[in-house]
Structures are given as C-alpha cells and as structure tokens.
T-cell receptor, first 113, second 114 residues
Framework: AQSVTQLDSQVPVFEEAPVELRCNYS??????LFWYVQYPNQGLQLLLK??????LVKGINGFEAEFNKSQTSFHLRKPSVHISDTAEYFC???????????FGGGTRVLVKP | EAGVAQSPRYKIIEKRQSVAFWCNPI?????LYWYQQILGQGPKLLIQ????????DSQLPKDRFSAERLKGVDSTLKIQPAKLEDSAVYLC????????????FGPGTRLTVT
C-alpha cells in the first residue's frame, strides 16, 4: 500500500535555529511530492512541490526540500525559523496530475523565543 | 483572486442529526475535492469532482455521506445521520483542471458531534 510517513509528530525549535522535518513515502510508482503548511484555524497552503528535475526544491517563506529517490524521502528544511513558522506541516504525494493527495500525519512545529 | 470559500466555519450537532457543508471553489476551477481531517491526522480524500462528475469517491462512507456538484461550480457535502467519529475538519479544495498539480484549500468546517 502506498503511504506517507512523517517521522516526527512534534518538533520544538528555538527562534533563528534551523529545522528539518522528515518525510518518507512508499510507492511502487513515481510520485509527485508536496509540502503543505496549516496555520491554526486555517486551510492548507502549499509550501513547495517536486514534480521532476532538480532534486532540491525551493519554496515560499525560505523553506526548501530535497527529493531522494533511493531513500524515498522528501525532507523539509529551513535554515532559520521565525515565531511565525509555528504551524503544522504536512507532506503529501500524488500519483499523477489531478489525482488525490495522500497526506502524512503531520508534524507540529513550535518555535520558541 | 478570491480563494476557496466554505461555510459554516463551525458546527456542533448531536449524533444521529444531519448536517450539510457548502463549498465555493475558485472561479474557473474545474476540479473540486472534499477531504476529512480528523484531529491529529492528515487530510483524507472523501470525494473528487471533475466539473459535475464524480472522479473518485472510493473512501466516501456512502451509507451516511453524500455530495453533489450539480452545476459544476459550488458543492455540498452532507452527513446523515452523523456519528461521533465524524467529528473532524472538512476541507474543500479546488484545482484548475485535471492536469493541475496544485490544489487550493479553503479554511475548512470544523464539525463536532456530541
């Protein structure tokens, strides 16, 4: 069965420190990978996506992610976090354009001053 | 550009009652999705529409859930009768066409079933 695993349910981090959120996927076919952010009481907002090409993907708000096919991973990183980055982050994949997104369980990031 | 609109934002009902949620996608978006997000979990697709046709409803509990998108624009998701385990946030998303990768999400409707 295809799935997405986010290895950390919660990540506390101090302001201006780096953060990495881990995501592994399981699929027998090529997939397209996404990271979404969900601020409290809001819908999901796309941070970045990997469709093809360069394995290092840059997104909004200073986030980037690296696709690693051999390790079936798509980890999200930010070199210096702000208080405003406190949110829940979801990794997801789609098997093809227009297909449903399959989400991981989410990682809650709490940025401390 | 206006985003995906959903109403109501919050709803509290008792079990066995019925409830309906409304979604208005971004203008011109042909594909519409309904996701269920249970507390502490990632969203799970309930149903996907392409214009007014159903593309995927494999995870929709059809004995109690129904959805329609009659004119290919806005959509309604209904639960009848509700169960305690239906407590969740119901997210609507839309994308421009089936070849689009990016889905735009609304703010969601938080349902509490008591």
């Amino acid at each position: 069965a295809q799935s997405v695993t986010q290895l950390d349910s919660q990540v506390p981090v101090f302001e201006e420190a780096p953060v990495e959120l881990r995501c592994n996927y399981s699929s027998s076919v090529s997939v397209y990978l996404f990271w979404y952010v969900q601020y409290p009481n809001q819908g999901l907002q796309l941070l970045l996506k990997y469709l093809s090409g360069s394995t290092l993907v840059k997104g909004i708000n200073g986030f980037e992610a690296e696709f690693n096919k051999s390790q079936t991973s798509f980890h999200l990183r930010k070199p210096s976090v702000h208080i405003s980055d406190t949110a829940e982050y979801f990794c997801a994949y789609a098997r093809a354009a227009g297909n449903k997104l399959t989400f991981g369980g989410g990682t809650r990031v709490l940025v401390k001053p | 550009e206006a985003g995906v609109a959903q109403s109501p934002r919050y709803k509290i009902i008792e079990k066995r009652q019925s409830v309906a949620f409304w979604c208005n996608p971004i203008s011109g978006h042909a594909t519409l999705y309904w996701y269920q997000q249970i507390l502490g979990q990632g969203p799970k697709l309930l149903i996907q529409f392409q214009n007014n046709g159903v593309v995927d409803d494999s995870q929709l509990p059809k004995d109690r859930f129904s959805a329609e998108r009659l004119k290919g624009v806005d959509s309604t998701l209904k639960i009848q009768p509700a169960k305690l385990e239906d407590s969740a946030v119901y997210l609507c998303a839309s994308s421009l066409r089936t070849s689009s990768y990016e889905q735009y999400f609304g703010p969601g409707t938080r349902l509490t079933v008591t």
